[in-house]
């Protein structure tokens, strides 16, 4: 009595030429899987044009890759993983290390891995939210406002001083109401006049959007006698 056995015909074509014969046979777009399986469209083509090299995972990644592609247009993938495996796996675990193509340059960008999208999208809005913050903390901010020179209190024996200092750049200066000129780094110098007594000088920096920062300084201007006798004593013609 002979026995039969059952004999398995492998396949004449590659798994991945297969699949896309498989598609069109189902009716289906590329864009329908991608959408369906959430793998970049460049990856489903390259699995269906046998450039795994294209594909920027190990052997791992494009069965699982495959798995999807087979669960989304309806097939059994048990037999298209199996040829996979034969075909497919031993080559590319140990091929030389893959080379930059023509195909992976034009699909950089979109091959990165999602957590890496996350990283980068996270990084630039944090750094976005950091500037916004920084313009705001400026807009709100009261200027910087440094005196150098006089000090609170100096007792002036001459009926002028210097006023030294300086505060931020483009921030309006004023002393006692007047406007005063600062240079490009917003140093300025200002000499004005003191009357005998006590003399209040007020410096106000001024932003553009109102914020102020004032100084004030007492100055006591004390009059010498020998000024004094020069400025009230009559001039006398030589007779």
Excluded: W
């Amino acid at each position: 009595m002979s026995t039969f056995s059952k004999k398995i015909i492998a396949p004449r074509d590659r798994v991945c030429l297969r699949l896309k014969r498989v598609r069109l046979e189902k009716n289906m777009s590329l864009e329908e899987i991608a959408d369906k399986t959430k793998i970049n469209i460049a990856y489903l083509s390259a699995l269906e044009n046998c450039q795994f090299d294209a594909i920027p995972h190990q052997s791992l990644y494009q069965k699982n890759f495959l798995k999807k592609y087979l669960s989304a247009i309806g097939v059994d993938s048990e037999e298209y993983l199996s040829q996979f495996r034969a075909e497919e796996m031993k080559a590319t675990d140990t091929v030389a290390p893959k080379r930059f193509t023509r195909y992976t340059a034009r699909y950089h960008l979109s091959s990165l891995p999602n957590i890496l999208r996350y990283v980068f999208t996270g990084a630039f809005t944090a750094c976005l939210l950091l500037y916004l913050g920084l313009q705001v903390k400026n807009v709100l901010q009261p200027p910087s406002l440094v005196l150098t020179s006089p000090t609170d209190g100096m007792i002036a024996k001459k009926n002028y001083i210097n006023i030294a200092g300086a505060s931020d750049p483009e921030v309006k200066v004023s002393i006692n109401g007047q406007s005063i000129m600062s240079d490009e780094s917003g140093n300025f110098n200002q000499a004005i006049s003191l009357t005998p007594g006590i003399n209040t000088i007020s410096v106000l920096a001024q932003k553009k959007h109102g914020k102020t920062t004032e100084e004030v300084r007492h100055i006591i201007y004390k009059e010498t006698q020998e000024f004094s006798l020069s400025r009230d004593k009559p001039n006398r013609l030589t007779e």
